[in-house]
């Protein structure tokens, strides 16, 4: 059976729409978009549509994530990519996807609005993810199934093995999802290198994280060729700004991307100091291992602790709405400057109360 068997029968029979740029590349005189000719007067060269996928800076994501260019689809920010896969895989009132929670909100989102319906085999006591508690919810229904590794807001990692295991059981039902938003920071391998063994195997990358370009909105889906393709039929003609690919062309220069790696290395430095120092503050209960580049933390007092943070003006992520974390704030790790103005500001706390 193919994959494409798992999708929407609508969707596999779409004509997808046929823009401009992708009827006729190259060409001096270009007359047939309807484009203004000048650039705007702001000298800025933004008068013709962007590639839909340019190649160069799907060459240059391809050589960093480990894949072949016909296994990449880039998209605005991975939300594009996780709404995506929702549109062409489950049907409204009918599909479902399967989640980990506590774990990032946009599946869920993104399933609402398709109208798919949202199952759940919460994370184990330690935040793990829970493979018994999967199999225990999987119906045929289910066609996606997300797991976030590093999990964002617990901060785990995922053993590739167990992703492995899962895609394999998986196999001719649904798709497995794994979201490595923040894998630069767990320094473990990724499940790209699992693609060529498991057709129904999605991963999510980002530069909206490490490579710090949240602002460009450039997000990446890694899966055979044929999903892609068959994402890039429901996608809108012309998802990438032309200054987010200079951008992200950009943090991919050698230089950049060797700047990217130093500060990887403080951050996991930081993350470190940041646990240590945290662990010790009486305010303190837990602080959750972490293999992102935030810290999931308990507090004896949640949302005093949030309130008089953000009273000083360092805004922290109150995650007491998600199952198991009800006593707990995320704190992403910051400059050194920064961190070490947040340990002054508790222990300030610890001597005030
Ligand atoms: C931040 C985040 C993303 C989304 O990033 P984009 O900016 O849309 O690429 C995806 N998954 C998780 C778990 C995240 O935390």
Same mark, same amino acid.
């Given at each position: 059976m193919s994959v494409l068997a798992l999708a929407r029968a609508e969707i596999r029979a779409l004509t997808p729409y046929s823009s401009a740029r992708m009827e006729a590349s190259g060409?001096?005189?270009?007359?047939? %978009?309807?484009?203004?000719?000048? %650039?705007?007067a702001a000298e800025l060269e933004l008068n013709r549509y962007p590639d839909p996928q340019p190649p160069r800076l799907r060459a240059a994501l391809a050589a960093l994530y480990g894949v072949e260019p016909a296994q990449l689809l880039m998209g605005r920010g991975s939300d594009e990519a996780i709404d995506l896969l929702l549109r062409a895989f489950c049907r409204a009132g009918e599909d479902a996807i399967l989640i980990s929670p506590p774990t990032f909100g946009m599946y869920a989102v993104a399933a609402a609005v398709q109208g798919a319906a949202v199952l759940k085999a919460p994370l184990d006591a330690q935040f793990g993810l829970d493979a018994a508690a999967l199999r225990a919810q999987l119906t045929p229904a289910v066609k996606l199934v997300f797991v976030c590794t590093p999990n964002n807001p617990s901060g785990a990692l995922v053993p590739l093995a167990l992703i492995d295991e899962l895609a394999a059981e998986l196999a001719g039902r649904a798709l497995l999802v794994v979201d490595e938003a923040y894998l630069e920071f767990a320094g473990a391998p990724s499940a790209a290198t699992l693609l060529a063994r498991h057709e129904n195997l999605v991963v999510l990358r980002t530069l909206s994280k490490a490579h710090a370009l949240?602002?460009?909105r450039v997000g990446v889906l890694l899966a055979g060729a044929e999903i892609v393709e068959l994402l890039r039929r429901i996608?809108?003609?012309?998802?990438?700004p032309t200054a987010s690919v200079d951008a992200a062309l950009a943090v991919l220069q050698p230089a950049a991307l060797a700047q990217t790696r130093e500060r990887i290395a403080v951050v996991l430095q930081q993350r470190e100091l940041l646990r240590a120092a945290l662990s010790a503050?009486?305010?303190?209960?837990e602080v959750l291992p972490s293999a992102a580049n935030f810290l999931c933390v308990r507090w004896r007092d949640a949302a005093g602790t949030y309130a008089r943070l953000l009273a000083a003006g360092i805004v922290v992520r109150d995650v007491t709405r998600y199952p198991g974390l009800h006593d707990c704030l995320r704190i992403s790790v910051g400059t050194p400057q920064e961190n070490q103005q947040l340990l002054a500001l508790l222990r300030g706390m610890a001597e005030a109360a």
């Open positions: 060409g001096q005189v270009l007359l047939n %978009a309807n484009e203004s000719p000048w %650039a705007p949240a602002g460009a996608m809108p003609p012309y998802p990438l503050l009486p305010a303190v209960r």
